[in-house]
């Protein structure tokens, strides 16, 4: 939604697409102790793009809230659009299935309770309002496989214009389901250890605000800036991983766009 509310809905029915490679540098809070090569500031590569074909959408947006998206969109009107999610890809942290935590000792099940990287895929719906080429409203729900939850978020952003520098805010409520919020933050009876105690969290809220700002340094070459900030749910706060009440995300690139 934010490149949707940047762009201020640009021909968002018509097929085609762009693709971006650049450098960024990132800098974010620690928010989990799990984050074990966390460090304040950082560089990364810059891959970002999006196409559509008669309703078939791929998005890859660069560093995305929402994930890689492949679907279709259903119905759309002038001020509407509602698009079906075949598959959300959102990468998280996760223990492996196969491990059986309560034949590990102590000193192992904490390795395991630490692990992290992997991929949670689910499918959902995603509905869009277009307000005058400058409000946009996006409500969205994904159902995880394998039932690891549900997660949905309601989002509303505005663009405006400034000479050649395009700003956007976007304000964002985030829920995560009972069963999404144990997968990520809980540590079960068969997996407590002193160092990480049974923890059942429920469903969770989160709040969140993104400003940002793009400028083209030419036809093909454009800068980029964001800063984003998500207030965490007690529920995650709460968790033995977690070690911060916000989340902090900042991130400045240059792109070339073909």
Do not use: C
Request: net charge negative; hydrophobic share 35%.
């Amino acid at each position: 939604i934010a490149t949707s509310v940047s762009r201020g809905g640009e021909s968002r029915l018509a097929d085609g697409g762009y693709f971006e490679l650049g450098a960024s540098v990132y800098g974010t809070n620690q928010l989990d102790i799990r984050q074990t090569e966390h460090e304040s500031v950082q560089p990364s590569l810059l891959i970002s793009g999006m196409y559509q074909y008669k309703g078939l959408f791929i998005e890859m947006i660069h560093e995305s809230q929402d994930g890689i998206n492949l679907g279709i969109n259903l119905w759309s009107s002038p001020n509407w659009s509602l698009d079906f999610l075949a598959a959300n890809l959102q990468s998280s942290t996760s223990r492996n299935p196969d491990d059986a935590p309560n034949t590990l000792d102590e000193a192992v099940r904490n390795e395991y309770l630490m692990s992290m990287d992997s991929l949670f895929i689910g499918a959902g719906f995603r509905a869009t309002r277009y307000w005058d080429d400058d409000y946009i409203f996006q409500y969205r729900i994904s159902d995880y496989f394998d039932a690891q939850g549900i997660a949905s978020s309601a989002r509303l952003g505005k663009s405006w214009q400034v000479r050649n520098w395009n700003f956007h805010a976007l304000a964002s409520i985030e829920y995560a389901s009972s069963k999404l919020s144990r997968r990520l933050f809980g540590v079960e009876s068969s997996e407590a250890t002193e160092l990480f105690p049974e923890y059942r969290p429920g469903s969770a809220v989160t709040y969140g605000i993104e400003l940002g700002v793009a400028y083209p340094l030419s036809e093909k070459l454009v800068f980029r800036a964001m800063y984003r900030l998500n207030v965490l749910s007690k529920e995650i706060t709460n968790s033995p991983f977690n070690q911060a009440d916000y989340g902090s995300f900042f991130n400045a690139s240059i792109s070339y766009v073909f």
